[in-house]
């Protein structure tokens, strides 16, 4: 064998090891406990994904400008990066930042992904992708409550 | 009280797209405090189809009552079915299957 065969060979055998497991049902309330108690959206992103580094690229966030009803208010996570493995959504206006997290299988379509979060007042809403090398991508839209959504 | 599920998945070009809604108090800590309840909310969501996990997630307390989810998978052919299971914090469970559409 050439070089060049060798060489491909070897990248191919890595690749496979890469992916040959499949992602496993998972529930990140019990693997990641830690987080879920994190009253800011720094340290759940931390205890959740093992760093705090973010790139505010390759996301897109749709959520309403202003929120008569902070008691549902609707977010869309319109896309994320290809090769996105974990979602994590976190918003800063309650007393603790991690709101869901969605592990990315195989036949998940991670797209316009709809939720409605109970917001107790004004703040942020960040959408957070774990792209497959570990690197974390976000988008964020401020959403301005005019009826907190905890009341009563 | 019992965990009711009612979702709706329709098949187009490969892709199926589900709307539904888990009829569940969602009570906060903050709203059960308030109350004089136990606090009590969906923790965990799992979607499969054909065997496969398609839509997966760990929930809080910071979701709508009667939380509204939407989301794609991929695959799923009409008269298929497709099985929405969840969770609460207080241990109760649901589990329904639907028809792809």
């Known amino acids: 064998m050439n070089r060049r065969e060798v060489l491909k060979l070897g990248v191919s055998v890595v690749v496979a090891g890469l992916f040959a497991k499949s992602l496993e049902a998972k529930d990140f309330r019990k693997e990641k406990p830690a987080a879920w108690k994190d009253k800011t959206i720094k340290k759940a992103v931390k205890d959740l994904f093992g760093t705090d580094a973010m790139d505010k690229s390759g996301v897109e966030v749709k959520a309403p400008e202003i929120a008569e009803n902070g008691a549902v208010v609707p977010v869309t996570i319109k896309s994320v990066p290809a090769d996105t493995k974990v979602i994590a959504v976190l918003q800063d206006a309650d007393p603790e930042s991690l709101a869901m997290v969605i592990p990315v299988h195989p036949r998940t379509v991670p797209e316009d992904i709809s939720i409605r979060l109970k917001l107790k007042k004004s703040g942020k809403v960040v959408v957070v992708a774990q792209t497959a090398d570990g690197k974390l991508h976000y988008d964020e839209k401020k959403v301005k409550v005019t009826m907190g959504g905890c009341g009563g | ?101």
């Open chain 2, 1 to 101: 009280m019992g965990i009711k599920l009612r979702f709706v998945g329709k098949e187009k070009n490969g892709v199926t797209s589900v709307k539904g809604m888990v009829k569940h108090p969602m009570l906060s800590y903050d709203q059960a405090k308030r109350q004089g309840k136990k606090a009590n909310f969906i923790t965990y969501m799992k979607v499969t189809q054909g065997g496969d996990v398609v839509f997966e997630a760990s929930t809080s307390q910071f979701l709508s009552k009667n939380p509204i989810f939407k989301f794609k998978f991929k695959g799923g052919k009409k008269g298929e079915k497709f099985t929405v299971y969840v969770e609460d914090l207080l241990g109760n469970k649901a589990e329904k299957s639907f028809p792809i559409r």
